[in-house]
């Protein structure tokens, strides 16, 4: 058996019940943490609350060379632990086929999204939200400023009334000189908002914190001002907003501190 386990956003404590049971029952517990990370834990927080060893994986150990985890799902019960829920932000759906493939029994145990919580947050309703995108460094995608497919992804959805969230690069293992093992970087929402104001345009904005901690920031503005302002570790994301329902715009203002003249525009 191979069990998909998402443990949530925040630290050990944040999968669910279910989710926590069939960790600690598992013969074998790999994980991954390339794609995103507990804001309040790291792996030896995980193993010491669960009672469990878990063994890292990074992409290239996934992706490529996933026989150890097959293996053990083959022989008895594995976990396949990621940040987050592991089918939506980070699709792990191929490795999921390989186990099948070969006769493993595979099952998910979901666990809270960045895009769940982000819509949460904000007041932003969710069945509003159109297809996410995710800004690169600009390093990580050989040229300067925002790829045109982030902008072409927000102004699709800006032109059916829908808002984007904009998942913000992780760099876990490699850097602008290539792979290195030590390097981790993640952009931080300043950032990623100097970028679009000055590759995309100077509009609404907000930023989501550290979501699903006891500290989450929600901060709405123009993109300029967010660039200036610091909102603390990661992760963070961005949503851009698309057609406001009044609703919407009375919970920027009211949640999430947007001048009133700018959500009335």
Same mark, same amino acid.
């Given at each position: 058996?191979?069990?998909?386990?998402?443990?949530g956003l925040y630290d050990e404590?944040?999968? %669910?019940?279910?989710?926590?049971?069939?960790?600690?029952?598992?013969? !074998?517990?790999?994980?991954?943490?390339?794609?995103?990370?507990?804001?309040?834990?790291? +792996?030896?927080?995980l193993e010491a609350h669960h009672? +469990?060893?878990?063994? +890292?994986?990074? !992409?290239?150990?996934?992706?490529?060379?996933?026989?150890?985890?097959?293996?053990?799902?083959?022989?008895?019960?594995?976990?396949?632990?990621?940040?987050?829920?592991? $089918?939506?932000?980070? %699709?792990? %759906? /191929?490795?999921?086929?390989?186990?099948?493939?070969?006769?493993?029994?595979? !099952?998910?145990?979901?666990?809270?999204?960045?895009?769940?919580?982000?819509?949460?947050?904000?007041?932003?309703?969710?069945?509003?939200?159109?297809?996410? %995108?995710?800004?690169?460094?600009?390093?990580?995608?050989?040229? /300067?400023?925002?790829?045109?497919? +982030?902008?072409?992804?927000?102004?699709?959805?800006?032109? !059916?009334?829908?808002?984007?969230?904009?998942?913000?690069?992780?760099?876990?293992?490699?850097?602008?000189?290539?792979?290195?093992?030590d390097h981790e970087e993640y $952009?931080?929402?300043?950032?990623?908002?100097?970028?679009?104001?000055?590759?995309?345009?100077?509009?609404?904005?907000?930023?989501?914190?550290?979501?699903?901690?006891?500290?989450?920031?929600?901060?709405?503005?123009?993109?300029?001002?967010?660039?200036?302002?610091?909102?603390?570790?990661?992760?963070?994301?961005?949503?851009?907003?698309?057609?406001?329902?009044?609703?919407?715009?009375?919970?920027?203002?009211?949640?999430?501190?947007?001048?009133?003249?700018?959500?009335?525009?």
């Open positions: 058996m191979l069990t998909f386990i998402g443990l404590r944040s999968v %669910t019940v279910e989710g926590r049971e069939a960790l600690r029952e598992a013969d !074998r517990v790999f994980a991954e943490f390339y794609t995103s990370r507990l804001v309040g834990a790291d +792996v030896a927080d009672g +469990v060893d878990v063994e +890292v994986r990074d !992409r290239a150990g996934v992706e490529r060379d996933p026989e150890p985890i097959l293996a053990a799902a083959e022989s008895g019960d594995a976990a396949f632990l990621t940040a987050g829920d592991t $089918m939506i932000s980070t %699709t792990h %759906t /191929d490795l999921r086929l390989r186990a099948a493939e070969r006769g493993i029994d595979t !099952r998910v145990i979901h666990g809270v999204t960045a895009q769940s919580a982000a819509s949460s947050l904000t007041g932003l309703q969710n069945y509003r939200f159109g297809k996410a %995108t995710t800004l690169p460094f600009p390093y990580a995608h050989g040229g /300067d400023g925002v790829p045109a497919s +982030v902008v072409e992804t927000i102004e699709a959805n800006r032109e !059916r009334g829908l808002h984007t969230v904009v998942y913000l690069d992780i760099k876990v293992g490699t850097g602008p000189t290539g792979p290195d093992p $952009m931080t929402a300043d950032v990623a908002a100097d970028l679009l104001a000055d590759g995309w345009r100077d509009e609404l904005a907000v930023v989501v914190a550290r979501a699903g901690s006891p500290d989450a920031v929600v901060a709405a503005d123009r993109l300029s001002a967010l660039a200036d302002r610091e909102f603390g570790d990661p992760l963070h994301l961005l949503v851009i907003p698309g057609e406001l329902h009044h609703v919407e715009a009375d919970a920027l203002v009211g949640l999430a501190g947007a001048p009133e003249s700018l959500v009335d525009e």
